[in-house]
């Protein structure tokens, strides 16, 4: 990878509206980092160097992995942090800082250094995603804005991965599900970013006009049942839709009563675009017993030579829902999900943390813990790195190292969980892969950031190195997440220390 290439994609992002310098990030941080960050500057120790991990300790919706998203939005934001004249305005009003401190504010910009996951890897608890080295006075400020970005993404990513796989039961590999769920977005920029990472997981295309602008996604839809009662009758309205998009004509056929007049009316509007060298592309069922309906239209299409026509399906989904009707063998061919996929209803937030883990001392970095009665809560201390080991190509356990140890050498590995101890495992003739990579050192950009879909496809080359039995729905297997023998006993040690 060169500086060169990796700056010019960067100017190329700098390009989108979604990233427009002028959006107010700035100011996006919690108000304890500013004062944390006036205290430092105080006492005269804001050059002191640190480093935060960012992790999240446990799986979001019942599944055994996350989808690790938002790194984009993390390099956009770093590398246009900065303080203009009315936020520094702004903060004057509050008097909780000095002059001083404010000028100090008005000349930051960003200089440390980021290592990640790259977007699209599929991720697991504890484990960094985000390893940042620098100044304390850089580092506090930019903690919330990073958890916000990585949280939101990396969950909605996640859960559109659930919805596809649930898809996907039916054995269709890549079968058609939309992201609708823009006017159910908690606020325009979930909506935006929400679509980015749905499509990141898996969804085909997105409802949402803007997102498709901002990021290249493949937009989707057709009439809502407003058209349909615009006009004197349904088939008025069909063949009206028909004249507009002979080539994309999908219809919706619930607006009064879906076997009655909808899939008849839709079969009628079929068989005129047929006669002008068309065909009639699908319809789209948004209520009522979707198994039943879809069954009975699928028959009707049929029979009126329609086969090829697809059968759409909307009305609050999840992957529940998904799976129970195809498990009901109901004959869908492409899902539209809303509400349950931008706003993740069962779980609507991923627990990611950004703890401090060493600070400089002299001539190396003294590793930190943060100690606590929950074990989970317990952190690993130190400048640590993150290795994936492979067995025939299939993920079998990551392993959390201090940054000075060598890569494992390919003998055996007897691993342990770091919580339940007495679960071991051992892993012999393995390959190695360092999850952590750079991404920006010393405030520059240094990888080149991918497209989105080169981010989509990282996510479906990950998933066939994960077990089955990790990627299922319910009570999937448990992935091991290890502690080095050297990292193990540097936290045993600090504990000890810290209950004397």
Sequence with gaps: MSLERARHRFEALSKLSVYDVNRQEHLLTDLYQLTMMYGYFQSADADKRVVFDLFYRSNPCGNGFVIAAGLEQIVMHLQQLRFHAQEIGYLETTRLFSQAFLDELANFRF???????????????????????????ELQLVESALLCFINHQSLIATKACRIVQAAQSRGLQNPTVSEFGLRRAQNVDAALFGARAAYIGGCTSTSNVAAGFAFGIPVSGTQAHSWIQSFPDELSAFRAYADAYPDKCLLLVDTYDALRSGVPHAITVGQELRARGYELQGIRIDSGD?????????????????????????????EDTIRDLLLQGAPIDGWGVGTSLITS???PALGGVYKLAARWEGTG?????????????????????????????????????LEEEPLPDGQPLTLFDPVHT????????????????????????????PSLEEIRERVQRELLTISAET?????????????????????QELVRQHRR
Excluded: M
């Design 290 to 318: 979707l198994a039943y309906l879809s069954k009975e239209a699928r028959k009707r299409l049929d029979a009126a030579g329609f086969a090829d026509t697809r059968i759409i399906v909307s009305d609050d989904l999840d």
């Design 345 to 347: 209803r069962d779980c």
């Design 365 to 401: 970095y003294q590793p930190l813990i943060k100690v606590s009665e929950n074990p989970q809560k317990v952190t690993n201390p130190g400048k640590k790195r993150v290795w994936r080991l492979y067995v025939e190509g299939i993920a079998s356990a990551d392993l959390i190292a």
């Design 422 to 449: 007495y679960k071991q495992k051992t892993v012999a003739d393995y390959e190695v892969r360092e999850l952590l990579e750079p991404v920006i050192i010393g405030g520059e950009v240094v990888a080149v950031l």
């Design 471 to 491: 990627r299922r729905a319910k009570n999937p297997h448990v992935y091991h997440v290890d502690l080095s023998q050297r990292l193990w006993d540097l936290k």
């Design 111 to 137: 200089s440390g250094d980021v290592f990640a996951v790259p977007e699209g890897t599929i991720v697991f608890p504890q484990e960094p995603l985000l390893r940042l080295e620098g100044r304390i006075f």
